[in-house]
């Protein structure tokens, strides 16, 4: 074809138009792009069987509540009485440790000495006296005061134990402690 053949035939301002059509591929890949998104529209839009992300979403939801609702429920009882026959219970104290230096040490250190957080180990306290206190701080935090708030981060037993295990280390002094804060309190038999 020649280039005389291929110019089309209106002419504005003497501007004319040469006949360059896209090449067969590119319109292939156009239509195929809009018979997909055609399909695609049905198949997630109009009911056809593909379920969008907010669905699928609802569906993982609703899997995950019946989980929940089959699993037994933990319930831990956190009184003094229950809290002071964990401290007897050597597997109990080992696994209150064990969270204590995975969760408190960065704050407390690993023997309670105290260094962002108060000393554990000297027989003066802050918040109450009791094995529950030491909980009930645990537990609810002191947060304008940088200590979090652990219900939310640990599971009811694990928060049980390591409250037992922090009120075994009242009187055992570690050396280099912080200075005491606090009113002065009973050591915990
Ligand atoms: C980010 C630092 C930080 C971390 C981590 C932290 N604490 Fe504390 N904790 C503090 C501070 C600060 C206080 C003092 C709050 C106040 O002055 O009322 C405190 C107070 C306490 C008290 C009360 C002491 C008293 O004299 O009444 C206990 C008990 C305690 N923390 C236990 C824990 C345990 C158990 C963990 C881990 C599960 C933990 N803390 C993790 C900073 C921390």
Request: charged share 25%; hydrophobic share 40%.
């Amino acid at each position: 074809m020649s280039d005389d053949d291929r110019l089309m035939h209106h002419e504005y301002d003497g501007i004319r138009e040469y006949d360059n059509p896209l090449p067969f591929w590119w319109k292939g890949i156009f239509v195929l792009c809009i018979a997909h998104s055609a399909a695609y529209f049905y198949w997630y839009h109009l009911g056809g069987p593909g379920l969008t992300e907010e669905a699928r979403y609802a569906a993982e939801v609703k899997e995950l509540e019946a989980i929940r609702a089959a699993a037994p429920k933990q319930e831990v009882v956190v009184d003094e009485a229950a809290l002071a026959a964990l401290a007897k219970d050597a597997a109990a104290i080992g696994r209150g440790q064990g969270v204590f230096l995975k969760n408190c040490a960065s704050c407390h250190t690993e023997n309670g000495r105290g260094l962002v957080g108060p000393n554990l180990t000297d027989q003066f306290q802050i918040h109450g006296q009791s094995r529950l206190d030491i909980y009930k701080t645990i537990h609810d935090g002191v947060p304008d005061k940088g200590m979090l708030s652990w219900a939310p981060l640990l599971p009811p037993a694990e928060l049980a134990e390591v409250s037992a295990f922090v009120a075994t280390l009242r009187g055992t002094d570690a050396p280099g402690g912080k200075a005491a804060e606090g009113r002065a309190v009973d050591r915990l038999r």
